[in-house]
C-alpha cells in the first residue's frame, strides 16, 4: 500500500480563483481529515470526514468544504482564494472516526501558492 | 480553550546528549496527547501516545496534569533524531488533533 495519496503536489492560483485538492486514504480506513499548515506553523484541523458524514469541523470560513466519496476518497474544495489560504494541505486518513484510538497516516501534503 | 504550547523552536545538542522536547497544553478535562515526527522529505507520523505508555526509539513522554506538560526525552541523542517534531492533543470532540508549532531537534557530532 502506497498510504495516503494526495493529488496534485504543487499548484499555483490567483486570487480568488477556486481549487480542488484531492486525497485517497489507505485501503480499509474510512476516516478522512484534512489539515492546513502554514509556514512555520504546526497542522491546523479544517475538516473530518466518517462514512461519507463530516464529523468535525475547524475553524474555516465557508469558502472551505469538502465531501467523501463511496470509496471513502475525499475533496478539498476553497472557492474565492486569498493570499493567506497558501499553505501545505495535509490529509490524514483512519481506520476509525475517535483520534484517540485511531492512529491518523498522513499524506504527503498538496502545497497550495495563491499569487 | 484547548492549546499547545511548544516553547522552543529549535533545539540543537550533540550525539550522546540527553533531549527534552517541552510541550505544555490547556485543555477542560481528561487531555489524549500525542508526539509527531517528520524526518527529512518523510511524512509527518506519529512516535507515540500517552495512552499507550510505549518507549519508541528510545523516546518516552511523560503526561504530567499538575505541570499541564507532556514533554518528550531521550537519555542519548543519534544523529538520525534530528527532526521536527509536533505535540499535539486531542480536541474535546474527539475528532481532531491540535497540533503545537513545532520543536527542529538537531542533533550533531
Known amino acids: 500500500d502506497a498510504g495516503v495519496t494526495q493529488s496534485p503536489t504543487h499548484l499555483i492560483k490567483t486570487r480568488g480563483q477556486q481549487v480542488t485538492l484531492r486525497c485517497s486514504p489507505i485501503?480499509?480506513?474510512?476516516?478522512v481529515s484534512w489539515y492546513q499548515q502554514v509556514l512555520g506553523q504546526g497542522p491546523q484541523f479544517i475538516f473530518q470526514y466518517y462514512e461519507k458524514e463530516e464529523r468535525g469541523r475547524g475553524n474555516f470560513p465557508d469558502r472551505f468544504s469538502a465531501r467523501q466519496f463511496p470509496n471513502y476518497s475525499s475533496e478539498l474544495n476553497v472557492n474565492a482564494l486569498l493570499l493567506g489560504d497558501s499553505a501545505l494541505y495535509l490529509c490524514?486518513?483512519?481506520?476509525?472516526?475517535?483520534?484517540?484510538?485511531?492512529?491518523?497516516?498522513f499524506g504527503p501534503g498538496t502545497r497550495l501558492t495563491v499569487l | 480553550a484547548q492549546r499547545v504550547t511548544q516553547p522552543e523552536k529549535l533545539l540543537s545538542v550533540f550525539k550522546g546528549a540527553p533531549v527534552e522536547l517541552k510541550c505544555n497544553y490547556s485543555y477542560s478535562g481528561s487531555p489524549e496527547l500525542f508526539w509527531y515526527v517528520q524526518y527529512s522529505r518523510q511524512r509527518l507520523q506519529l512516535l507515540l501516545r500517552h495512552i499507550s505508555r510505549e518507549s519508541i526509539k528510545g523516546f518516552t513522554a511523560d503526561l504530567n496534569k499538575g505541570e499541564t506538560s507532556f514533554h518528550l526525552k531521550k537519555p542519548f541523542a543519534q544523529e538520525e533524531d534530528s527532526a521536527m517534531y509536533y505535540c499535539?492533543?486531542?480536541?474535546?470532540?474527539?475528532?481532531?488533533?491540535?497540533f503545537g508549532k513545532g520543536t527542529t531537534l538537531s542533533v550533531s557530532s
Open positions: 499535539a492533543l486531542k480536541n474535546q470532540a474527539g475528532t481532531a488533533l491540535i
Open positions: 490524514a486518513s483512519s481506520l476509525g472516526q475517535g483520534v484517540a484510538y485511531n492512529e491518523q497516516f
Open positions: 485501503s480499509g480506513h474510512k476516516s
